[in-house]
């Protein structure tokens, strides 16, 4: 797997774009505003997308995106998603009040999207992914990947998630991509939004038992600087190799 974060922040701001990581060529990995930076035919080649949850910053991107397909497209884009998530994209995103539902467009018979519900476990595109349910104020999942040759999960908004770590104690992976939004100042902020500090991310990693390398993601826009600080303070507390992910970067698994 080729992985190649297209956004990773964990709001908009200059040189800044939300969560949006493309997976060789024909995957998405949330659809927020960094989806935005793919070229048209870069688009037509995107198969799946498969996505965390329902927030806005996980899906702005590739609703308005959507309405770039044009009837050349070789196949509908699957979302894949459980079905809390399906639902309310249905209802609350794609629902012709505040976007065109193009589950219906350019037909039904032909549309732009479909969607694909996931529960437990589903194969796709020569991959096993298992969904895990995160702790965030909306229904929010990791999904661990499996190729023939590699394995990883990529987390949604998550605060400590002791079932996450239960689950990857048993089946590790290889590579853990994963949230880290705010400061420890900002507990509260964190807390109340469903969000990890430092300090609650190094505790909740403490129970994550196999070695693998973990990147970092979904850095709040000014708090950057503060996070990288308070992270290198805690290394000693570290049992895992940390990197924070960069657009561009092209993370080969």
């Given amino acids: 797997m080729n992985i190649t974060p297209l956004g990773c922040s964990g709001g908009l701001a200059k040189s800044a774009e939300t969560t949006a990581f493309l997976v060789d060529d024909f995957l998405l990995l949330d659809g927020g505003t960094g989806a935005a930076t793919l070229s048209k035919s870069e688009l037509d080649r995107v198969e799946y997308l498969l996505l965390t949850h329902a927030h806005l910053d996980h899906v702005a991107g590739i609703a308005l995106l959507i309405a770039s397909f044009d009837e050349g497209r070789a196949a509908p884009l699957k979302i894949v998603a459980p079905k809390v998530v399906l639902d309310t994209l249905k209802t609350h995103l794609f629902n012709w ?7 219906q467009i350019p037909s039904a018979d032909a549309p732009f999207i479909e969607y694909l519900e996931i529960e437990g476990c589903l194969e796709f595109a020569g991959l096993k992914v298992e969904a895990i349910p995160l702790t965030h104020t909306v229904p929010s999942f990791a999904y661990r990947i499996e190729s023939d040759l590699s394995s990883i999960c990529f987390c949604g908004d998550t605060g400590p998630t002791h079932e996450l770590w239960q689950l990857l104690n048993s089946k590790p992976v290889d590579h853990l991509f994963i949230e880290l939004s705010y400061s420890d100042a900002e507990q509260a902020l964190a807390s109340v939004s469903g969000h990890h500090t430092v ?34 303070q805690k290394r000693a507390e570290l049992a895992h190799s940390t990197s924070f992910c960069e657009v561009g970067q092209v993370i080969k698994i």
């Fill in 97 to 103: 009040q505040v976007w065109p539902d193009f589950s």
């Fill in 199 to 232: 300090s609650s991310l190094v505790a909740d990693l403490s129970e994550l038992q196999q070695s693998c390398a973990v990147h970092l993601m979904h850095l709040k826009p000014g708090q950057e600087d503060e996070i990288k600080r308070e992270l290198e």
